[in-house]
């Protein structure tokens, strides 16, 4: 789905450029009318031990797509294991009651399928994907991992080395150092500050506090259950609590869900030493929406047409003008209580104090600078034509199902939001723009050669400062 989402921005762009060049002929039919993507037909359920369910039934290709969604994610890990909910994501599927790790991969590659668990900021995510026909042996397995997991202490030993390996193998990238001194910059000591475990937290972990952690978050009155796939509803159903029904939720109370928060960034340069780095990393951070905020679909057109596309005012000016680097990009990234906006160019050292000054231009230009009918045409059918290719498969709806219902939201969001970005106006996107976008509410953090970015900021006035 990436790939076929980065192909439609790649023409969009590479349209947007031609038409900037050479004038389309006169005589071209106009754009065909938008056409949002429709929500999908949701029958939802509640078992009596409180596990909701979304099912989706799509007759046709024969496969199934599960995602359990569960409250309590990396900002619900506590001080002294923080990103313990990654290595419990990545042992979830090692072993259970009656399955050992090498049984759980055969039994679900026999249905056609295999899982994957992955921690967010709000919560885990279990999925799977199988063949219709196995839909009793698909069921079977995951329910028993999401029920039984057991942590089996060789395979917890075996990931905690796994897990310490690849967290220097991150911490070599510029873009991993960004996100942690993003979060550090912008939550400090709030829980949504943690991105990924620390060394001390996973060699200090072990096999009984994951057992404890999964204890405490994997129960159903805290879950969602979505199915989307060939299936009959009524049979899923039935199926669903032949596998669940007997699932309790335990009597200590759930995690707690993060505390809503926003505040006003320091307007300061935040420096992530990377001796001897060629290139400076430089990301502008300051609060955005959240997914359930009115202004969430406003705030992603404007960001499209400032730098969320290739054809963005941002990218036309850094890259494709200037030359300072090859691929700009600016995101919103919401949490259930809190959304961040960020702003990322690589560029070479000798370029870094000329972009820092053109994303601020960019970022300014568009508070006071309102969009052009085209920008805003096409923002809104790029937005809406990605809806569409991103929610292609059915793992992909099923996961964005669950996200939906993590954020608080109805099924019915995924037809709503591109009606939304369809009926956006300029003063729409104007308003978001003014409250989201001046360059002055944003903290830059730029990770590189610290000699070479004291330099390079120092005209500015800006005041560097470490980080929290």
Sequence with gaps: MKILAISLSAMLFAGSVAAQKTPLPKDLPPYGPETPLAAPAVKTATLDNGLTIWLVSEPGFPKIALALAIRGGLASDSS????????????????????????????????????SANPGKDSILVSTSFLSSKMGKGLAVFADVVRNASFPDDEVTLAKRNAIDNL???????SFLAARAVARVLFGDNPYHVTAPTQESITASTSADLRKIYAERFRPDQALLVAVGDFENDKMLAEIKTRFDSWKAPATAPVSAPAAFSATPPHAIFIVPRPGSVQTTLQFAMFGPTHSDPDYEAAQVANAIYGGTFGSRLTSNIREDKGYTYSPFAAFRPYRAAGIFVTNADVRNEVTAPTLNEITYELNRLVTTSPTPDELKQAERFLVGTEAINLQSRDAVANELARLWVSGLPPEQIGIYGRKIAAIS?????????KYFPAAKAAIIAIGEEKVIREAVAPFGIPVQPIP
């Design 80 to 115: 002294d294991r923080p990103g313990i909910s990654e290595l419990l994501a990545n042992t979830v599927d090692q072993g259970t009651a009656t399955r050992n790790a090498k049984q759980i991969a055969q039994d679900l590659q026999g249905a056609g399928g295999d899982l």
């Design 168 to 174: 220097k193998q991150q911490e070599s990238q510029p």
């Design 426 to 434: 300029a003063d729409d996107v104007n308003a978001a723009a003014r």
